[in-house]
């Protein structure tokens, strides 16, 4: 474990090193004026301070991620994600200090971040509109998905297809990369995903593990997003007549091709395998976060991804997100032509997390087809 002692040493060091050019955060004692996106001068204060501290912070496997959030009384501060279950949790809080250089620290206890895909014991469906069933082409989004040949080691596995981008004037479902690709090891099936294996509708979740009880609605480009980048997605061409060309989806509509960046407490939804359509707030910005993904469905760990500058998501009770709804976009909570705001992904019982959209659709150079 890296040494509490001298964790605490290195703050005064980034104070005596950096005070000179740190705008004082006890400016904003009272709740700043404004959006508060990574603009915001008292969001940008908390973010310096982040990037000094993190590093030293996630040697310590307690400590889960950091994130920038707000206090009860809206003041922009330093939230650090702890486990929960962790024996000695107790111990790594009361060694926290309570700011750093002027930015108030807050602990948040959360069980692990885990990738969002869907395992066999996850439930889904209960909704007014059913997120699971094999629909009527051409398909609306939001929908249970997957790679056709997910199912390993005894169980089959699979996400949500979340929503409609093009490249170019091609159309692609844009999901998850674990959702679509992950399969990276022969081991429990003989084979591992491939540019242009049929992607369904339902996933094999939703259909017994037989994929000839779903419908092809696409075919994998593989674009290898992790381990390398920043962001967790994947893309399938659209096969002709299987999806909206509109991009429309379940309970949400057809979106706006614009974007929006997030911004501490902004209302957003999203439409998902799982949960459905379900709101919430933005709880953190710019966070940074590890999470641990498969090789395989039901399979061993591949590797661990520390992803930087995430959007993060209140998710209490799981009731935003849960397992099987990786892959859903999440967009500003307006009634009409929503912007996109971030790709889900991962999250705990209290947290989830979302790739900021304009990262995702850089990486794949793509735009996000809607009004």
């Not at 000094?52 to 310590?60: N, S």
């Not at 399969?183 to 996933?203: E, H, M, Y």
């Not at 998902?272 to 359509?277: A, D, H, M, Q, S």
């Not at 498969?294 to 930087?308: P, S, V």
Request: glycine share 12%; charged share 15%.
């Amino acid at each position: 474990m890296f040494p509490i002692n001298r964790f605490i040493r290195s703050f005064f060091k980034f104070l005596a090193a950096i005070v000179s050019v740190f705008l004082p955060i006890s400016a904003f004692a009272s709740p700043p004026i404004g959006v508060l996106d990574d603009t915001h001068a008292a969001i940008r204060a908390v973010m310096a301070v982040q990037g000094e501290v993190t590093p030293d912070l996630m040697r310590q496997p307690e400590i889960l991620g950091t994130a920038v959030g707000v206090d009860a009384a809206g003041t922009p501060v330093l939230t650090v994600y702890v486990d929960r279950d962790a024996a000695n949790a107790g111990e790594v809080i009361r060694s926290l200090p309570r700011d750093v250089r002027g930015a108030g620290v807050q602990v948040h206890l959360t069980d692990k971040f885990r990738a969002m895909a869907k395992p066999p014991w996850a439930g889904g469906g209960g909704h007014s509109v059913s997120h699971t069933a094999k629909q009527t082409p051409p398909i609306q989004l939001g929908t249970s998905g997957g790679w056709s040949k997910d199912l390993a080691n005894g169980y089959c596995c699979g996400g949500t297809l979340g929503s409609l981008v093009k490249i170019g004037s091609t159309q692609y479902i844009l999901s998850n990369y674990h959702v679509f690709e992950s399969d990276i090891v022969s081991g429990g099936n003989n084979t591992v995903a491939t540019t242009g294996d049929p992607i369904i509708q339902p996933g094999l979740i939703d259909v017994n593990c037989n994929k000839n009880n779903a419908q092809t609605v696409g075919t994998l480009v593989k674009k290898s997003s992790l381990p390398n980048s920043n962001v967790d997605c994947s893309i399938a061409k659209i096969s002709s007549g299987m999806v909206r060309t509109d991009g429309a989806i379940l309970e949400i509509g057809t979106i706006s091709s614009s974007t929006v960046s997030a911004a501490i407490n902004q209302a957003v939804k999203k439409s998902g395998r799982t949960t459905g359509l379900s709101h919430s707030a933005v709880s953190g910005l710019n966070a940074t976060v590890s999470v641990t993904y498969d090789n395989e469905c039901a399979g061993g760990t591949a590797f661990t991804k520390t992803f930087t500058g995430q959007i993060v998501i209140a998710n209490s009770g799981s009731k935003f997100l849960n397992s099987g709804d990786s892959g859903s976009l999440m967009v500003e909570d307006v009634a009409t032509s929503p912007r996109a705001v971030g790709l889900l992904y991962a999250g705990s019982s209290t947290s989830a997390i979302a790739n900021p959209i304009n990262q995702v659709l850089s990486f794949l150079g793509a735009t996000m087809v809607g009004n």
